[in-house]
């Protein structure tokens, strides 16, 4: 079984978000029980080139005009093997894959996402110096969407989809449609078109075997209107062919091992943790106090991690010794408001605007507590990879993070299944008492360290969902 799985970011090559972290795990955790798998991504001026080795052209081809060249590589200490898509959009671009500096999306983005998409169904077909061939294109959000419909017309390879954030569908005019020289009979309420528009998520929908999101919460939430972005007649219809599988943890995220940490530490023996926890507060300038409990955040600031309910919340608290170190980047006013709350609060609230791949390791060895009041989560990370450095997540009951988190209840704290705080109905009162809530879970030493535990020692190692991964590829590889 030979699968290329085509995305737009890959750890450790180039990374915005979690994206970035599944196209880096999970191939290699689908490798590791035995799926020949491979990835493509376009060659962007800012891959981290100290990562890829044994570079060399596997060719160059016409497409639309345009000269586009794919590059055979693989990735150090990872044995993964990628294709890189090589086209002046891409390679002589520097910054974010998706946006530039004004952080406004690329002008040309349909086009660059468009050329990615048509260059993967090419290799698909042959067209370029390799013999290895796939059975299966596994594609990843509206980056790659127009690959399943390219490739309508041929039963191979299988078409296999996953949504990763359904708020994101690569939405562009009739012109743009007309640009891309997609054939006429794309143009159809059953295909590309969206409301007079054409749409690259709707197409990754339609014309895939099979469509995978990641959570099982999630995909039952996708078919409704208020989460279905519009896409939930089109995700209804499509329900049988409709699965959940939530992400995993990748090998990077083990506080026993994570080479960004001064200290290792592991559920048997936790004293590295209170010291990544004073290193923060000394780095951050928050007051050294290890009393005080700590709760962090990371993540991307857009209205999606309800980080303007957050800033609130931390307004609103009464207690004024609970700790905030927060680290993301993203929409302007989210990063000036943080920045004035720092002002405000300088011994309890830290803000690092920017992305920082180390920091984001050592807050979450640091933190008591990670709180990410999403108010959509297709999976989410950070609440996965706070489980296991004894971080307690506090979170909304929505996608991934309902699937991952359990609440602390007399019941459930009894039983011994209590991971972190759920928060039910998400708004800025609900915030607070999720904090006060925690903060007498913290302030209960016995019961704290029971919860902590009862999280570091869940299992989520990508292993599991890879399995679930092979079993849906080996299905459709029998449908005729
Ligand atoms: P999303 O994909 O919606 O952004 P996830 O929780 O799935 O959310 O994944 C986010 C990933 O990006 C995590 O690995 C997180 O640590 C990382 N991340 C987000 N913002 C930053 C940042 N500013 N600096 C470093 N890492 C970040
Ligand atoms: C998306 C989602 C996030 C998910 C990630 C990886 O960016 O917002 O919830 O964890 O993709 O699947």
């Given at each position: 079984m030979k699968v290329l799985?085509?995305?737009?970011?890959m750890f450790p090559l180039i990374k915005t978000g979690g994206l970035a972290d599944v196209s880096g795990a999970l191939p290699q955790a689908l490798s590791d029980?035995?799926?020949d798998i491979r990835v493509i991504l376009p060659n962007y001026a800012d891959?981290?080139?100290?990562?890829?080795?044994?570079?060399?052209s596997i060719g160059a081809i016409e497409i639309l005009g345009q000269n586009v060249e794919i590059y055979k590589a693989n990735i150090k200490n990872n044995n993964t093997k990628v294709y890189l898509v090589d086209?002046?959009?891409f390679s002589a671009r520097h910054g974010n894959p998706y946006m530039g500096p004004d952080k406004n999306p690329w002008?040309?983005?349909?086009?660059r996402f468009g050329l990615f998409c048509r260059t993967v169904v090419a290799f698909a077909m042959g067209e370029f110096n390799e013999v290895w061939q796939p059975d299966i294109?596994?594609?990843n959000d509206w980056q790659t969407g127009l690959i399943p419909a390219l490739l309508s017309e041929s039963k191979a390879p299988k078409k296999f989809f996953t949504i990763h954030?359904?708020?994101y569908q690569g939405v562009f005019d009739r012109q743009t449609f007309e640009r891309l020289g997609l054939p006429w009979t794309l143009w159809r309420e059953d295909a590309l078109e969206y409301w007079g528009n054409m749409s690259f998520m709707k197409s990754g929908i339609i014309f895939s075997d099979l469509v995978t999101t990641v959570s099982p919460t999630y995909a039952e939430e996708i078919k409704t209107v208020q989460y279905g972005y519009g896409l939930d007649g089109v995700l209804k219809n499509k329900k049988d062919k409709l699965k959940g599988i939530l992400n995993g943890i990748g090998g990077d995220w083990d506080p026993a091992t994570d080479i960004q940490l001064d200290i290792n530490y592991s559920s048997s023996d936790i004293k590295g943790k209170a010291i990544a926890k004073e290193n923060i507060q000394k780095i951050m300038g928050l007051t050294i106090n290890p009393k005080a409990p700590l709760i962090i955040h990371i993540g991307r600031l857009v209205e999606q991690k309800g980080i303007d309910l957050l800033i609130q919340?931390?307004?609103?608290?009464?207690?004024?010794?609970?700790?905030?170190?927060?680290?993301?980047?993203?929409?302007?006013?989210?990063?000036?408001?943080?920045?004035?709350?720092a002002l405000k609060y300088p011994n309890r609230v830290a803000i690092h605007i920017g992305y920082d791949e180390q920091l984001a390791h050592r807050l979450e060895a640091a933190g008591d507590a990670f709180i990410m009041p999403s108010r959509f989560e297709p999976c989410g990370l950070n609440q996965l990879y706070s489980l296991k450095y004894g971080t307690i997540p506090i979170v909304h009951r929505v996608g991934g993070l309902a699937d991952s988190v359990i609440h602390a209840l007399e019941e459930t704290i009894e039983n011994g299944t209590a991971t972190g705080i759920v928060i039910d109905y998400l708004d800025v009162p609900a915030i607070v008492w999720a904090i006060d809530y925690f903060i007498k879970i913290y302030q209960n030493e016995e019961l704290f360290k029971k919860i902590q535990l009862n999280g570091m020692l869940k299992r989520h190692e990508w292993v599991i969902s890879a399995q679930e991964y092979k079993n849906l590829y080996l299905n459709i590889l029998q449908e005729l």
């Open positions: 799985f085509a995305t737009s970011e029980i035995g799926v891959l981290k080139s100290e990562y890829i080795e044994f570079k060399k086209h002046p959009v002008h040309d983005n349909p086009d294109i596994h594609s954030n359904l708020a919340a931390i307004e609103n608290l009464a207690n004024n010794e609970v700790q905030f170190a927060i680290l993301g980047t993203g929409e302007n006013r989210f990063e000036q408001t943080l920045k004035k709350l």
